[in-house]
């Protein structure tokens, strides 16, 4: 027979593997849940980008490589994740601007650009006013950046 606390301390490394992998800051157990609920709905909703673009031919047209864009709020401020099938030419300037406009300090990148773009940073505020700045802004800003890289871009080419 297995003791209560057993179970407790089994639930409790699964709720930690849980909010590990779904890079969770949370710290009680329903805050992890609600957060992997969050997770896995994005995760759905990269999926259902990714099957349309093999519906429609996967590179067929210049809308399928359009750049999948993340940002959440952790603890150290705001991390955005930038992924694209195709190589973007161009595109981090774009980003970094974002980065500029909005007082966010760059505190880690890493960037890669052979093949695909895929562009993960940590930034966190500088902004003296005091105002407060939130994921939904950061990604607005980087999917109207994102529109402008484009346009830029398909004017060039």
């Known amino acids: 027979m297995v003791s209560r ?43 259902q980008i990714l099957n349309q673009d093999i519906a429609s031919g996967q590179s067929s047209s210049y809308q399928n490589s359009w750049p999948v864009v993340t940002v959440e709020s952790v603890e150290k401020g705001i991390r955005v994740n930038l992924y694209s099938e195709r190589s973007c030419p161009g595109l ?4 970094l601007k974002v ?23 940590l930034g966190d505020e500088s902004d003296e006013n005091g105002e407060s700045i939130d994921a939904e802004m950061v990604k607005h800003a980087i999917s109207n950046s994102i529109e402008n890289w484009t346009q830029n871009n398909h004017h060039q080419g």
């Open 5 to 47: 606390e057993h179970k407790k301390a089994t639930l409790h490394e699964k709720l930690q593997l849980l909010r590990s992998i779904t890079n969770s800051h949370a710290k009680n157990d329903s805050s992890i849940i609600l957060d992997a609920s969050k997770y896995i709905e994005e995760l759905k909703h990269k999926v």
């Open 92 to 95: 981090l300037v774009f980003v």
């Open 99 to 121: 980065f500029e406009e909005l007082s966010l300090n760059v505190l880690e990148a890493r960037v890669s650009c052979t093949g695909s773009f895929h562009l993960e940073a």
